[in-house]
């Protein structure tokens, strides 16, 4: 076995994609309602279940909030952006894609200064890229019966209320580098999207999620030689 001094160090490289429900009152491309907590299958029209004929229009309420958002996270705003559909198939997407948003996306190349206390260490701020913002449309959700999981259950039912509701998703650089860093990221993007009120941040309810996307390997090396691999 190699000496453990021999051994690369290990360092987390971490970046994370923030998906935030815009506060709207109804959905990103049709006038369905968004409210939360009602009966399941009652905020449904035939745009969200994407029914023959149906053409989704943009709410410009979504698109407002999205720009505010984006300024706030010193995002540049594209003067050209569209919309694209990302295919995949499962329950909880009825017209089996989302619409979403991936070579034009509304903003691009921004970034976020954050404070980070780590345990044992001095504060110290650290400035956080964002590479974008795009809007996109939330899927419906699964309720599994006879078990809280997939596993066990007995069956599963559908509740397609959320499918259109508005969401902006943020992507960071992997500028992280411990899990400190990333709370604290991911509160302030929490505490500006709230101040702005552009949506509520009741994670309960899901209008603020974040997720890791970029665990890697950068060993010892000087930042110009540096080659980020994943670990195996």
């Known amino acids: 076995m190699a000496d453990a001094a021999t051994q690369p160090?290990?360092?987390a490289v971490i970046g994370l994609e923030t998906h935030v429900q815009l506060g709207t009152d109804s959905k990103i491309f049709t006038a369905a309602s968004t409210t939360f907590g009602d009966d399941p299958n009652t905020h449904i029209d035939p745009v969200v279940c994407g029914l023959p004929g149906t053409l989704p229009v943009l709410n410009q309420k979504v698109l407002e909030y999205a720009v505010k958002a984006?300024?706030?996270?010193?995002?540049?705003?594209?003067?050209?952006?569209?919309?694209?559909?990302?295919?995949?198939?499962?329950?909880?997407?009825?017209?089996?894609?989302?619409?979403s948003q991936y070579?034009?996306?509304?903003?691009?190349?921004?970034?976020?200064?954050?404070?980070?206390?780590?345990k044992g260490k001095d504060t110290y701020l650290k400035t956080i890229g964002i590479e974008r913002l795009h809007m996109e449309e939330d899927a419906g959700k699964l309720v599994h019966a006879g078990s809280d999981r997939l596993a066990g259950s007995t069956h599963s039912l559908v509740d397609y209320n959320r499918a259109g509701v508005a969401l902006a998703e943020i992507v960071s650089k992997p500028d992280l580098r411990t899990g400190r860093e990333a709370a604290e990221y991911a509160s302030e993007i929490r505490r500006i999207m709230r101040y702005l009120g552009v949506s509520d941040g009741n994670i309960r309810r899901g209008p603020c999620v974040a997720t890791s996307t970029s665990p890697c390997d950068g060993g010892r090396m000087r930042p110009s030689a540096r080659r980020w691999r994943s670990r195996t």
């Open 9 to 11: 160090a290990w360092e």
């Open 103 to 118: 070579d034009q996306p509304i903003a691009e190349e921004g970034w976020i200064e954050v404070e980070v206390a780590e």
């Open 70 to 99: 984006a300024m706030a996270l010193n995002l540049n705003i594209a003067e050209h952006s569209k919309f694209d559909r990302k295919q995949y198939f499962y329950p909880d997407l009825p017209k089996n894609y989302q619409i």
